[in-house]
């Protein structure tokens, strides 16, 4: 049994994206390496979704602001414990 997702159809929101990764991963990450691996999945699509740099740190700042994430350090998020996005 894989414990991979089927392949999207589309980009997802910034945030979801963000929260995703941060859940898979399990750990406290810098916003660059969210970005990384967030790209890498499928999550975010450069060629669709402008700006994707601007706007992942945007979505992970009002994230942070309204409890969503933690910062962890400079420019360093992780989820907040019993967290769900939906």
Known sequence: MSLE??????????????????????????WTVIQDLALKRGYLDPFTQRDVRKNLLAALAAAAKD??????GTGVYQ???????R
């Not at 989820?79 to 996005?85: D, F, L, Q, T, Y």
């Open 5 to 30: 997702e089927p392949p999207r159809t589309g980009p997802m929101d910034f945030i979801d994206a963000a929260l995703t990764v941060l859940r898979e991963e399990g750990k406290p990450l810098h």
């Open 67 to 72: 409890g969503r994430v933690a910062k962890a």
């Open 79 to 85: 989820e907040k414990n019993g967290s769900s996005s």
